[in-house]
């Protein structure tokens, strides 16, 4: 009896011995981590929160290395507390990374959707600006390749591809600049005071003439595109024309395609024209000749190129591209032709207005 | 009971010499580790690159099952050998799979350009045909200019096919052929635009 009692005694002993030194489990929190890698992994760490990533790691490793020595050791010896311990650090500095990650993510991704609407913003101004100028190839040219760099950064910001858009966002700074480029050389006279207070007092001075003598006259403003019609001073009305290729441009020889600028006056009426009705005027006068002539001196145009002429306000449709005349539509030219007479002063300016302040926008 | 003991001295040293002293599966790591960087070499990084991650994490596993045997007095590498030899599997068949994903990214991307080229070619086209004047000039001056940008744009899609970047290109060949069917459109507005005037 007594030694069935100390037998008992003992089992019970081993039993509770054996159930009290279980290997304990690895601690939750492992498996947690490992997760917790992969998620970091996905949002990006390793290029939006680099260093804090390595320095996760390199704790994650710690961590491991802790677990790795405790899972070395026989099962009763086991105590995975400070891995815990040690593992829930890393879980706490896993969601600080991932927290920074996500911030780091949404500050590239408001910034670069800022850039690119300023650079949206940015190729609208200069459609504008060159919605009312023809020598615009080089300028479309440059447009249209950043406008293509534009539409691939809208897949490249849904794909959240924040290094290949900053390329392509480049890119479209580039093709921008050049475009303004483009731009500047084609306007850069418009924002020139001297050269615009010039065409102010021109048009003044035909004006005030028009209103002292109670004449008719024609002011061409190219920039704008129009043709003001003054009765005694006072407009009569207002009409869209089309110029040629290099309209903007002043007139300097033949076959440049510009439209000169100056006061002259109609010479000849002509009811039969190529293009519908024709009212001739007087380029070129003498301050374009001695234009021409200093220009030829300094080598500016071709040896061989002549002054030009036959410039004339024709019909055939204000969309029309001339080669440097003034063009209407034919129901504009038939007014025209009827209120005009020979002697009609015609005014040619560039603008009224400065594009400074438009070409400082773009800057 | 004397030869009792010295069985069980003995068994102990024998389990203990052919236990403790078992060697790092050395082959078997260096194998999977190349097996791992040739998928990666092989552009899993590009075209699988979740399952590129699931195999480095597999092969750090079965690493960190080395270095916990490796710490013990009694060492079994028999599951780590287990696991090396799946991840080895693994990257060896996620490598097979790369050139037909690499295959038809780069047919896609082919296509795109094919397309974006075909797009091109008809606003040309178009543009040939538009009846050419005084009252059309400057449109079709401005519609060539933006069809020189598309042209300058095109050679950007070779040169991402060039190094392989086939969703790069096929991106760029997806915009410029929605660009050049935008300005194929404009072409067919003007010469409505100019039909209706007649």
């Not at chain 1, 710690?62 to 790795?68: D, E, M, V």
């Not at chain 2, 190349?34 to 699988?48: L, S, W």
Request: charged letters at 30%.
């Amino acid at each position: 009896m007594k030694l069935k009692t100390v037998r008992i005694f003992v089992l019970t002993g081993l039993l509770v011995a054996a159930v009290s030194c279980q290997t304990p489990p690895v601690p939750p929190e492992v498996e947690q981590a490992k997760d917790q890698e992969n998620e970091l992994w996905r949002a990006g760490a390793p290029v939006y929160a680099t260093q804090q990533y390595i320095r996760y790691l390199s704790s994650l490793r710690l961590a491991k290395g802790k677990l790795i020595k405790e899972k070395a050791k026989f099962g009763w010896f086991r105590d995975y507390k400070e891995v815990q311990a040690e593992f829930q650090a890393v879980l706490k500095r896993g969601q600080t990374v991932l927290q920074s990650v996500q911030e780091e993510k949404a500050l590239k991704s408001r910034n670069l959707t800022e850039q690119l609407e300023a650079l949206r913003e940015r190729t609208q101004r200069i459609w504008k600006l060159i919605l009312t100028v023809n020598e615009t190839q080089l300028v479309r040219r440059s447009l249209a390749q950043a406008e293509v760099a534009m539409m691939e950064t809208e897949v490249l910001l849904d794909k959240k591809k924040y290094a290949d858009l900053s390329r392509k966002i480049a890119l479209i700074q580039f093709h921008l600049s050049q475009a303004e480029e483009a731009v500047f050389s084609i306007l850069e006279r418009y924002a020139d005071e001297v050269q615009v207070e010039t065409w102010r007092r021109w048009a003044m001075e035909t004006i005030s003439e028009s209103r002292k003598k109670g004449t008719t006259a024609i002011l061409i403003t190219k920039l704008e595109r129009t043709l003001t019609v003054y009765r005694e001073g006072k407009v009569a009305a207002t009409y869209n024309i089309g110029l040629g290729k290099y309209g903007l441009s002043d007139k300097l020889h033949a076959g440049d395609e510009a439209t000169p600028e100056g006061r002259y006056k109609v010479i000849k009426k002509l009811p039969q024209s190529r293009f519908y009705k024709a009212l001739l005027i007087d380029y070129p006068n003498d301050e374009d000749k001695k234009e021409f002539s200093q220009a030829k001196k300094r080598g500016l145009i071709p040896r061989r190129a002549g002054i030009g002429g036959l410039i004339e306000i024709h019909g055939g449709g204000e969309d029309s591209l001339t080669g440097g005349c003034i063009a209407v539509e034919d129901g504009v030219m038939d007014k025209l032709f009827s209120g005009v007479s020979i002697g009609t002063p015609v005014t040619i300016i560039g603008s009224l207005e400065s594009v400074a302040e438009l070409l400082a926008s773009l800057k | 009971m004397k030869n009792l003991v010295k069985f069980l001295i003995l068994g102990f040293f024998a389990v203990s010499l052919f236990t403790s002293c078992a060697k790092q599966p050395t082959q078997e790591i260096n194998d999977t580790k190349a097996a791992v960087e040739a998928a990666t070499k092989e552009g899993a990084d590009v075209y699988a690159a979740d399952e590129l991650k699931k195999l480095n994490d597999d092969q750090t596993t079965a690493l960190d099952e080395i270095a916990t045997q490796d710490k013990k007095f009694f060492k079994k590498f028999g599951t780590a050998k287990e696991m090396l030899a799946k991840v080895k599997a693994d990257a060896e068949a996620l490598k097979a799979t790369i050139p037909a994903k690499k295959e038809a990214a780069k047919n896609a991307a082919l296509t795109a350009q094919q397309e974006a080229r075909a797009a091109l070619d008809e606003a040309k086209a178009l543009l040939e045909k538009a009846p050419k004047g005084k009252g059309t000039k400057a449109d079709i001056e401005a519609f060539t200019a933006d069809l020189k940008g598309l042209e300058d744009s095109f050679p950007e899609v070779q040169a991402a096919l060039d190094r392989e970047d086939y969703f790069g290109a096929s991106n760029t060949a997806a915009t410029i052929k929605e660009k050049a069917a935008g300005v194929s459109e404009q072409i067919k507005q003007a010469i409505e635009k100019v039909k209706g005037k007649k």
